[in-house]
């Protein structure tokens, strides 16, 4: 195989038995060096894990290198465990970081990690699971890392050397394979320089059709349309649902797929599926997150066979998932990031604008900014696209259970841990300050409320060091013999409402059972106690509260209730459901591998699990039938 420059120069430093960080534009063929590692760790009879940083992600990685390697290939996902023992596991960053901490001995026969899309440890709610999965890799395994272009990625890999003791080479890669080309709709005119718009003292409407109809006459097509949000996706697809962009033979072609696929995935009967079809005859579709997975698959699929000329989409879209177009249109340069809404962060528009330009197929790719005038202004338009990629900064923020972990195995020398971080590598005095502040306040709290005594990890404390992300609520449950009292209904309740986030506004159902009330009472009250010394000992995030706006839809669910009437129990999208629904299957079973759980508890716990994971949350079914 003839490959580039950079891949060639990952490559020889892999050979020669180094870890790598590579840096390089989306598209540019950052996968191909993950496939050297693995095909020449099967060739070896060394072992690889693969970790990417969402389940969807994972389980496209599983089927392509499934249709490359075959069984050699298995998948853990936390609701999925596909070929466990295989010498490739692909895997999520959370379920890697919690083998590293819990049983780091599963990790020997392992030599090489590789983390996709690396600079996710900038990503504010979940990037502490990268971070700690670099300062506890096991001293045996090298690194393969794979970035969007960052700036400073020399820094991050001399973090990485500083706390290991042994040289990362860096790659860099910053031309892209296939070059882009911008272009901006403005007051409804379109210019490939976003000078053109200083001019305009008025602004009229920015009209689709007018964007769409220039692209085609430009063969821009098929084109990713990126949106902010659910709704506005569905709205865009259907005000462009009069045109067809399909010959008479792709259109045949294209519902005849469309019907296989939706027979196989059981979704003929599915009221999205079935609105779809009229966009979908047309060469229109729509996907995010609110869908079923199986339906987004099936979306995916038509999209790769390049029948799909138009699809509106959220950004989900652009990480990872190998769906490249020849164009690219961005709604807006604005998107809501966690608590407010700005500007979009630079390498963030290059993720999906990276989507544009298919390798081997385009000789550019084409960009297409939506602007208006009266939300953003020109100079800002120009910091997004020609500005220098952000860098790479740590979002460190250890859970309890992670300092639980660290407790039992290195006492109050835990607190020599913080400066292996990249936090501490990349921060001020004051900074690590706080920082050290904020575990020692963590550890406190953690010995006030019994989880250590006498420098030993308690029963309770025992239970918290496995379910990460709601251990103190659990823990609380347990302790009090709450858990081992509930039945299958009360245990589903427990999990779907820790794990389960509300949307702006969204109300909780107003006829909850009595059990659920009970349950809802009980949690209440555990969390004020814990809120409340977090608050004394200044911990910040707070514990999460559990929400009960899908206990009743659980509850459907568990007596057996379809999934179209489960979905009446509530106003969360169907895709949301099932991805909560397996969300409680993957926090059931770290409730049930505690070691400290009982066989009471365990045996509940696997027949809960059993009445959840069916029908469409089951996920490996999913896989087994794509």
Request: glycine residues 6%.
């Amino acid at each position: 195989m003839l490959y580039d420059r950079f891949q060639q120069e990952a490559i020889d430093f892999i050979n020669q038995g180094h870890s790598v960080i590579v840096s390089a534009p989306t598209g540019a063929g950052k996968t191909a060096i993950a496939e050297h590692v693995i095909t020449a760790s099967i060739e070896q009879n060394i072992g690889v894990i693969y970790t990417a940083p969402i389940k969807a992600l994972s389980n496209q990685k599983f089927r392509d290198f499934q249709a490359q390697f075959g069984d050699k290939i298995g998948l853990l996902t936390g609701d999925v465990s596909l070929n466990a023992s295989a010498p490739v596991l692909i895997m999520t960053t959370e379920i890697f970081r919690n083998k590293i901490l819990d049983e780091p001995k599963s990790l020997q026969q392992y030599s090489w990690i590789i983390f996709d899309e690396i600079h996710y440890i900038d990503n504010p709610e979940r990037g502490t699971v990268w971070e700690e999965s670099l300062i506890f890799l096991p001293k045996h395994m090298n690194i393969l890392g794979l970035s969007a272009t960052i700036p400073n990625i020399k820094q991050f890999a001399s973090w990485i050397e500083s706390i290991h003791n042994k040289p990362v080479k860096t790659v860099i890669e910053e031309k892209r394979p296939v070059p882009l080309h911008f272009f901006f709709q403005a007051s409804n005119e379109i210019a490939d320089k976003i000078e053109h718009f200083k001019r305009l003292r008025f602004s009229k409407p920015n009209k689709l059709f007018g964007l769409i109809n220039y692209l085609r006459s430009q063969e821009g097509l098929p084109c990713i349309y990126f949106v902010f949000g659910r709704r506005r996706a569905e709205e865009l697809a259907s005000e462009l649902a009069c045109s067809n962009f399909l010959t008479g033979e792709e259109k045949t072609r294209i519902l005849k797929m469309y019907s296989a696929l939706c027979e196989r995935f059981d979704l003929k009967n599915d009221r999205t599926a079935q609105n779809l079809y009229q966009l979908i005859q047309n060469g229109i579709a729509y996907h995010h997150a609110g869908m079923l997975p199986t339906l987004k698959e099936v979306i995916e699929r038509l999209f790769t066979s390049r029948l799909l000329k138009v699809i509106f989409t959220t950004e989900t879209f652009a990480l990872g998932i190998n769906m490249p177009s020849r164009s690219v249109i961005f709604d807006e340069l604005r998107k809501f990031y966690g608590r407010y809404v700005r500007t979009l962060k630079t390498r963030d528009f290059y993720q999906m604008a990276g989507r544009a330009g298919r390798r081997g197929i385009d000789t550019e790719g084409f960009v297409y900014c939506r602007i208006n005038l009266q939300r953003i202004r020109i100079d800002e338009v120009k910091r997004v696209i020609y500005g220098k990629p952000e860098e790479v900064r740590s979002q460190l923020n250890n859970s309890y259970a992670t300092i639980l972990n660290l407790y039992a195995k290195y006492k109050d020398d835990l607190f020599k841990i913080y400066p292996l971080s990249l936090h501490f590598f990349q921060s001020r005095k004051n900074e690590q300050k706080e920082a050290l502040r904020l575990i020692e306040a963590k550890l406190r709290l953690l010995k006030d409320l019994g989880y250590i005594k006498d420098g030993c990890l308690t029963e309770k404390g025992e239970f918290a060091k496995s379910v990460y992300g709601y251990e103190l609520i659990l823990s609380e449950l347990y302790e009090q013999h709450i858990l081992e009292q509930l039945d299958e209904f009360g245990l589903g309740v427990v999990a779907v409402s820790a794990v389960f986030e509300p949307r702006k506004n969204q109300r909780i159902p107003s006829n909850l059972s009595k059990n659920t009330r009970q349950i809802k009472k009980m949690c209440e009250e555990i969390y004020d106690g814990i809120k409340h010394k977090e608050e004394k000992l200044r911990i910040y995030p707070f514990s999460k509260l559990p929400y009960f706006h899908m206990s009743t839809a659980m509850e459907a669910w568990l007596r057996g209730t379809n999934f179209d009437k489960t979905l009446r129990f509530g106003d969360t999208d169907e895709g949301e459901v099932v991805r909560y629904f397996r969300m409680s299957v993957q926090i059931l079973r770290e409730i049930s591998d505690a070691q400290i759980s009982s066989y009471l508890l365990k045996d509940k716990i696997k027949e809960t699990i059993r009445v959840i994971n069916r029908d469409v949350v089951d996920a490996e079914k999913q896989l087994r039938e794509g």
